[in-house]
Structure formats: structure tokens, C-alpha cells
């Protein structure tokens, strides 16, 4: 999670902190993949630390670019559905650099 002092670092634009509350809001602060309420990372900070959020929305880059922040490349997801995410994506890069290597693809 990110520390109320974080500044994004390269590829993120200097703007991403808005672009992302931006893309956050325009969803009513629900995951756009399980619909779950979440809390924004702003919420999250004002917790004690006792507390644990039980959703937090982050912002996915849909094609993986950071770069990238064109409003509809960013996803709205909670954080566990972000991680699933990240993992499917990395295993389908991993089945994409198998067949492109010569293997055969299997059906899953």
C-alpha cells in the first residue's frame, strides 16, 4: 500500500496520484471485477493500525504499460482481484513465450 508520502517514479506520469483517484471514483469505489465496496488508499492511512481495511481499491494498467494512462486502460480493482490479475497475466506471458518458442500450446 502506498505511504500517504509516495511519489510515483518512472513510467508512472508525475499525475498519477489524480489519475488514479480520478479512475477510483469513477466506479463508486466498488472492484469493476467482484463489485465488493472497497476503501481508497487515502482511508486506508487514517485507520488506526489495529485496523485492517478489508478492501482496498487499486488502479490496473490493462495492458501492463504504467505509461499508459489512458482512461480506459485503467481498471478499478480491489487488491485481491489485482493480484489474481497480475498473476493471470504473467502466466499468460509465460504460455505466449512457450508458443512463441516453438512449444505447442495446450488447452487448458
Same mark, same amino acid.
Given at each position: 500500500?502506498?505511504?500517504?508520502?509516495?511519489?510515483?517514479? +518512472? $513510467?508512472?506520469?508525475?499525475?498519477? %496520484?489524480? /489519475?488514479?483517484?480520478?479512475? #477510483?471514483?469513477?466506479?463508486?469505489?466498488?472492484?469493476?471485477?467482484?463489485?465488493?465496496?472497497?476503501?481508497?488508499?487515502?482511508?486506508?492511512?487514517?485507520? +488506526? $493500525?489495529?485496523?485492517?481495511?478489508? %478492501?482496498? /481499491?487499486?488502479?490496473?494498467? #490493462?495492458?501492463?504499460?504504467?505509461?499508459?494512462?489512458?482512461?480506459?486502460?485503467?481498471?478499478?480493482?480491489?487488491?485481491?482481484?489485482?493480484?489474481?490479475?497480475?498473476?493471470?497475466?504473467?502466466?499468460?506471458?509465460?504460455?505466449?513465450?512457450?508458443?512463441?518458442?516453438?512449444?505447442?500450446?495446450?488447452?487448458?
Amino acid at each position: 500500500m502506498n505511504s500517504p508520502n509516495w511519489r510515483p517514479r +518512472p $513510467p508512472y506520469p508525475d499525475d498519477w %496520484l489524480e /489519475l488514479a483517484e480520478a479512475a #477510483r471514483a469513477r466506479t463508486c469505489r466498488c472492484c469493476t471485477s467482484c463489485g465488493k465496496q472497497c476503501l481508497v488508499p487515502a482511508k486506508y492511512w487514517q485507520l +488506526p $493500525p489495529t485496523e485492517a481495511p478489508p %478492501l482496498v /481499491l487499486e488502479v490496473h494498467h #490493462r495492458d501492463g504499460n504504467p505509461a499508459n494512462s489512458d482512461p480506459d486502460n485503467l481498471q478499478r480493482l480491489c487488491r485481491r482481484c489485482h493480484q489474481k490479475q497480475h498473476r493471470s497475466d504473467r502466466a499468460e506471458a509465460e504460455r505466449r513465450a512457450v508458443v512463441v518458442a516453438g512449444q505447442l500450446a495446450l488447452a487448458p
